[in-house]
């Protein structure tokens, strides 16, 4: 038996399978993923279909197994969140429908939640005491947003990208120089042998006024290099190419935290995991008196504990409850 307020936490918007149960707002009893990445692979990409049909047969065993790893009982939980948006339709159905058929048979409440928002909430896991207002640098496979968190539930979106999201640039950049699906991390890890004034490449958006990105551009100008250079190192490639990402998600971050006479910048999502980029902001931060937090990379990355921190406190701060009539938003914005 337990006094504390228990959140099932359900992810399934892309190719993670991730169940966590979270104690009050931020203390994480387990956090388990399961990446279907190896099934995608082959593809180059996710594929919607496939990844549907396996958060099916992987859900109810990563439940069960979350349940038993933080120790609880089904009937000590207090809440259901499940992502609804933004994400693949098939995917986020799995993970919606489950939460509300747990809700439902459990006599709970359920809370529906915004993967984008749930991302900034990766950061109060790791540090609790890190309040608003503060800006956001969401920059994963399927976002890059400059985010104003005035407080939890008050957002405002100051820039986005226009074409690919950073991570989605990297992943089709990794499958040109032959690296498998998800590439970001090897390209991470290729740059640390390459030379990042090797080539080049262009930083698309990086001296316009706005704080929109756009990452397209990068792409073709890679593609057209390696066509002309064939024989050309993998690992410069990787570093040229994080050296240009690199620039510019630094320099728009740190502009747009100190154009909104904020404090402080804080990096989530899938691509904050890149050494490189921590290494930069970090540098960069100094220099120009903007304090940076980053969460640890199990929470950058898609996990369902984020999920269960944001509808934690919808449910409890905004007195948040969803009834059963709602369904996935695949372009749910913030
Ligand atoms: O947040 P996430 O797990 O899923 C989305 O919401 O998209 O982010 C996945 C993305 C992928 O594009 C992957 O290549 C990238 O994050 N990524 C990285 C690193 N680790 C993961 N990109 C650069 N450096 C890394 N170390
Ligand atoms: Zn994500």
Do not use: W
């Not at 540098?283 to 934690?312: H, K, L, Q, Y």
Request: charged share 20%; net charge negative.
């Amino acid at each position: 038996m337990t006094e504390a307020f228990l959140t099932l936490g359900i992810e399934t918007s892309c190719d993670e399978t991730a169940v966590a149960i979270l104690a009050g707002e931020t203390d994480v009893r387990a956090n388990l993923v399961y990446s279907q990445a190896d099934l995608h692979a082959k593809y180059g990409g996710v594929v919607p279909e496939v990844a549907s049909r396996n958060h099916v047969m992987k859900l109810p065993y990563l439940v069960r197994q979350a349940i038993a790893e933080a120790r609880v009982k089904m009937k000590d939980l207090s809440l259901v969140a499940a992502t609804y948006g933004p994400g693949l339709v098939g995917p986020l159905l799995v993970g919606v429908s489950h939460a509300k058929g747990l809700a439902y048979g459990l006599g709970l409440p359920f809370v529906g939640v915004n993967h984008l928002e749930a991302h900034i909430f990766a950061n109060r896991l790791s540090d609790a005491a890190l309040e608003p207002p503060f800006m956001a640098l969401v920059v994963s496979g399927g976002h890059t947003s400059l985010i104003e968190v005035k407080s939890y539930g008050d957002y405002q979106t100051v820039g986005t990208t226009v074409d690919d999201a950073a991570g989605e640039a990297l992943d089709k950049i990794g499958k040109m120089i032959g690296i498998g699906y998800p590439a970001g991390a090897e390209i991470d890890r290729l740059a640390r042998a390459g030379d990042p004034k090797a080539i080049d490449f262009p930083r698309p958006m990086g001296t316009s006024a706005g704080f929109d990105f756009s990452f397209a551009g990068l792409k073709t100008a890679v593609l057209y290099h390696l066509k002309k250079h064939p024989r050309e190192k993998e690992a410069d490639v990787a570093a040229s190419v994080l050296a240009s990402v690199v620039d510019v998600l630094t320099k728009k971050s740190i502009e747009a935290t100190r154009r909104y006479h904020l404090e402080r910048l804080v990096v989530v999502g899938g691509v904050a995991a890149n050494s490189h980029l921590r290494e930069r902001l970090l540098a960069a931060g100094e220099e120009r008196g903007v304090s940076i937090a980053f969460p640890p990379i199990a929470f950058c990355t898609d996990n369902a504990a984020m999920i269960a921190a944001a509808g934690a406190y919808r449910h409890l701060q905004l007195s948040e409850t969803h009834d059963f009539a709602l369904t996935p938003d695949p372009s749910l914005a913030l």
